[in-house]
C-alpha cells in the first residue's frame, strides 16, 4: 500500500507550475492511498523572514491547496514547525549526512548564488530536513515536480546511511512520483525558464489567485514563435511546447493528440482555445481560495486537526530513531 507524504513552500504566488506538478496529483493519490501533506514553513524561513509575511503566506497555500481539491477528511494538512518530530529527526539526519553531498545540490548553489559565506546554513541543510520530513513518516512515496528530483535522491541516499550506519532496515526508500505530463511547467515569458515565484514578472506566470481576465492575458501575451502551426519540440520551440503541455495537462489529454489536434493551428488561434480551457479550469480555483480565506478560523483548525494526525504517525518513529541512536526516548 505505502503511505504519501508531501510538502510544498508557503511563498505567496503559487502558481500553475505547483499545481500541474504537484497540487493535482496530491487530489489524485489521495483517492487510493493516506496521504499526509505539509506546509513546510520552516523550509521557508530560510529564505522568508518576515513574521507577517509568514503568516498569510500558510493561510495562502493552505487555501490553495484545499481549493484545488486536498480534501481534509481523507488527508492530513498541517503546518511543518507544529510537528516538532520533523526538526528533531533533521537533526539526527544532520549527523550522519556527508556536507559532501549537499555541495552537489543545484538548487542550493542556484539561491546561494556568488556569496556563498552568507548564505544561512538553514539554506544549505535544507534537503537534510526535507529528507527528515519524509522518513519520519516512513513514507514510501513522494509526489513531487522534477525540479525535485535531486532531493528526492538525496532522500534515499541518507535513507541508506542511517541504516548502514545503525544496522537498521529501519527506513524504507522513498520513491519520487513525479506524473502527468507537465512535470516541468515553463515561464510564460521564456520557455527555457522554470516557472517560478522568484521570476520578477508576474506575466511570467499564472498565480492560482488569478481571476479569468488575468489567466486569458496571460496567455494571449505569452512568448509564441513565427511557425506555424503548433508541434512539441523542446530544442527549438520552447515556448511552444510548454504551451502545449500544458493545455495536454489541463485538458487531461496527451501531448500527442493536442500536437495532432492543433498541427495547423495559428498561434492565435491554439492560445486563444488555451486561455477559455485554463480559465475553465483554473478561475474556480481562485473563487474557492476567496472564499476560503475569508475564515481563518476554519482554516486553522484544519491544519490544527491534521498536525494531530501527522504527531500521531510522526512521534512513534522519532521514538524508535531515539532507540536506535542511544537517545532516551523522547
Ligand atoms: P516548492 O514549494 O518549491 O514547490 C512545491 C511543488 O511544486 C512543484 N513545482 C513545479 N512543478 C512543475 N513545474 C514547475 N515550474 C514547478 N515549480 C514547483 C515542486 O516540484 C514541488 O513538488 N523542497 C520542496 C518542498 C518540500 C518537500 C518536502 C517536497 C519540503 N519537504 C518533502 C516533498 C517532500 C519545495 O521547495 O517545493
Redesign the pocket.
Known amino acids: 500500500q505505502g503511505l504519501i507524504?508531501?510538502?510544498?513552500?508557503p511563498?505567496h504566488g503559487i502558481?500553475l507550475?505547483?499545481y500541474?506538478?504537484?497540487l493535482r496529483n496530491w487530489v489524485t493519490l489521495q483517492e487510493s492511498h493516506r496521504c499526509i501533506y505539509?506546509i513546510?514553513d520552516q523550509?521557508a524561513l530560510t529564505t522568508l523572514q518576515d513574521a507577517a509575511q509568514m503568516r498569510r503566506n500558510i493561510h495562502e497555500v493552505a487555501a490553495a491547496i484545499l481549493a484545488s481539491g486536498v480534501d481534509p477528511k481523507r488527508s492530513a494538512l498541517f503546518v511543518q514547525s507544529s510537528v516538532a518530530a520533523h526538526a528533531r529527526l533533521a537533526w539526527v539526519l544532520n549527523c550522519v549526512t556527508p556536507m559532501g553531498w549537499l555541495n552537489r545540490m543545484t538548487q542550493f548553489k542556484e539561491k546561494a548564488g556568488k556569496h556563498r559565506e552568507n548564505a544561512p546554513v538553514g539554506l544549505f541543510s535544507?534537503p537534510v530536513?526535507?529528507a527528515a520530513?519524509?522518513l519520519v513518516y516512513r513514507a514510501t512515496h513522494?509526489?513531487?515536480?522534477?525540479?525535485?528530483k535531486q532531493?528526492l535522491e538525496l532522500a534515499r541516499d541518507i535513507a541508506a546511511i542511517f541504516n548502514r550506519k545503525f544496522e537498521s532496515e529501519f527506513f524504507p526508500q522513498p520513491e519520487p512520483l513525479i506524473l502527468g505530463e507537465?512535470?516541468?511547467?515553463?515561464s510564460l515569458r521564456d520557455g527555457t525558464k522554470?516557472?517560478?515565484k522568484s521570476d520578477t514578472s508576474d506575466m511570467s506566470r499564472i498565480n492560482l489567485t488569478d481571476d479569468a481576465d488575468a489567466i486569458a492575458q496571460k496567455i494571449r501575451r505569452a512568448k509564441s514563435d513565427a511557425i506555424l502551426g503548433i508541434s512539441f519540440d523542446r530544442e527549438n520551440r520552447p515556448e511552444a511546447s510548454n504551451l502545449l503541455t500544458i493545455y495536454a495537462a489541463l485538458a487531461g489529454s496527451t501531448r500527442a493528440e493536442v500536437e495532432r489536434e492543433y498541427a495547423e493551428a495559428s498561434f492565435s488561434d491554439f492560445k486563444g482555445r488555451l486561455a477559455d480551457l485554463a480559465v475553465e479550469k483554473l478561475a474556480p480555483i481562485a473563487g474557492e481560495m476567496r472564499r476560503l480565506l475569508a475564515d481563518p478560523g476554519y482554516l486553522d483548525s484544519i491544519l490544527e486537526d491534521g498536525a494531530a494526525q501527522a504527531r500521531a504517525v510522526a512521534d512513534p518513529v522519532l521514538a524508535q530513531v531515539h532507540e536506535l541512536v542511544g537517545f532516551p526516548r523522547p
Open positions: 507524504f508531501s510538502g510544498i513552500q511563498t502558481h507550475g505547483n500541474l506538478g504537484a505539509c513546510v523550509h535544507y530536513l526535507m520530513d519524509i513522494v509526489p513531487v515536480g522534477e525540479d525535485q532531493h507537465a512535470t516541468r511547467v515553463m522554470k516557472m517560478s
